[in-house]
């Protein structure tokens, strides 16, 4: 496991020339690796919209990516700078509208928008800030992960079974993932963890996407199907649940794949403490509660047909959304690249966030994290700081 990070799945790199990304195309998998070149505004929106790429960090490093390919293309068309502008702003705007929930793709345009509006020269100049701008956000992501893992990574012993929702692992990020960060980084120490993957319907990122990266990373693996978690609850619980999420609100309440609260529901009930992983750029300060967070709805399809052939009548409504709220009253702790944060989580989130806009000014991220957060709450696991099984 000592080069674990060197084999960390490439989910997007720039190809040869500067001017369009590759991308791992994670619709394929785990039946076929293949990348898939995105070139035009419409290839990077189709891309993040039909979870080509997806996973909320990497959601936003696709849309960094896009936005500075873009604007070389510009440049090599020789555009005036004020024209360059213009069109930034075009392609930003309809960038923003390809997924609501994830509020790193907002965070990430933001960045780029700030970073064209304080840069100056012709537009090859311009776009070569952006492109900075956008290997900056790649680069942060990939060490906020390790960092993440390396916090969380404190909550594990070794001989641990760790349960998971969705993917949040590397295929979602620019490194090695949110919540299986720590299950790499106690791997890599030689500690020895099992995974078990919720499938994840309607589109399987558990089964296709958690269980592909980590059989290939050598970890042990069980996938069951979502309505399989209560029984694994009443007769083997794990011993702690991570989770990533998309959006975690000012006040901890966590956006996340659907089927996300009915595990800290799980969780709550057989006292498994319940921990959300998650990057400062997916806090969002600016959404007060859980029911600020705009939730995505998706195709009924997904749900109709799956990736085969009709499993409800055409005529039979259904209900899809994306992501569902867990309040943060569920949650035993979010560990950001700063550290792990305890309930009440206003204040610390805050003191996160703020924390690492100063760092990214000065200083690396991920190198003080410390544990930011308020004394915990209750009577907590030493350790995990979950509540202790009956
Ligand atoms: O619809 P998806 O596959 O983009 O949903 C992804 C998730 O819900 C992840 O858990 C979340 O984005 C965190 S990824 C580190």
């Known amino acids: 496991m000592n080069n674990r990070e060197s084999s960390t799945p490439v989910t997007i790199r720039w190809a040869a020339g500067g001017t369009s990304a590759l991308i791992l195309d994670q619709t394929l ?59 930034f702003d075009g392609w930003a705007d309809r960038l923003e509208q390809a997924r609501p929930t994830a509020v790193n793709l907002v965070w990430a345009i933001r960045r780029l928008r700030a970073r064209l509006k304080g840069a100056s020269g012709s537009a090859g100049e311009l776009a070569e800030a952006l492109a900075a701008e956008a290997d900056a956000i790649h680069d942060e992501d990939r060490r906020m992960c390790r ?19 969705c993917n949040a692992g590397s295929l979602a990020t620019g490194g090695i993932g949110t919540a299986l960060a720590p299950v790499y980084v106690a791997a890599e120490a030689g500690r020895r963890v099992r995974v078990f993957a919720d499938e994840t319907r309607p589109l399987l990122q558990g089964s296709r996407l958690t269980a592909w990266e980590l059989s290939r990373a050598g970890i042990e693996v069980t996938v069951l199907a979502d309505n399989m978690a209560g029984s694994l609850f009443a007769t083997d619980p794990p011993d702690i649940a991570f989770v990533g999420s998309d959006r975690i609100a000012a006040n901890g309440d966590v956006a996340n794949k659907i089927g996300t609260y009915p595990l800290a529901v799980l969780a709550h009930r057989h006292g498994v403490p ?21 939730i995505e709805h998706r195709d009924p399809d997904e749900v109709r047909r799956g990736f085969g052939p009709l499993l409800a009548p055409e005529e039979a409504g259904v209900y899809s959304p994306a992501f569902d709220i867990t309040p943060a009253e569920l949650v035993a702790g979010i560990v950001t690249e700063r550290g792990i944060h305890r309930p009440p989580y206003v204040d610390s989130l805050a003191a996160a966030v703020a924390g690492a806009e100063e760092e990214r000014r000065g200083r690396p991220i991920g190198r003080d994290a410390g544990s930011g957060g308020s004394p915990s709450r209750g009577r907590r696991h030493p350790r995990t700081g979950g509540r202790r099984r009956a």
């Open 29 to 87: 998998l785990p039946n076929v690796r293949e990348e898939k070149e995105l070139a035009t505004l419409d290839d990077f929106i189709e891309a993040i919209r039909s979870l080509r790429v997806r996973g909320a960090p990497l959601i936003g490093i696709t849309a960094a990516i896009g936005l500075a390919a873009l604007a070389r293309q510009a440049a090599a068309e020789g555009v005036s700078a004020d024209e360059f502008r213009t069109r």
């Open 147 to 165: 960092a993440i893992g390396e916090h969380a990574a404190t909550l594990l012993r070794g001989g641990e079974a760790v349960i998971t929702h």
């Open 274 to 294: 319940f921990y959300v992983l998650a990057p400062t750029s997916t806090v969002d300060l600016g959404t007060p509660t859980g029911a600020d967070i705009p």
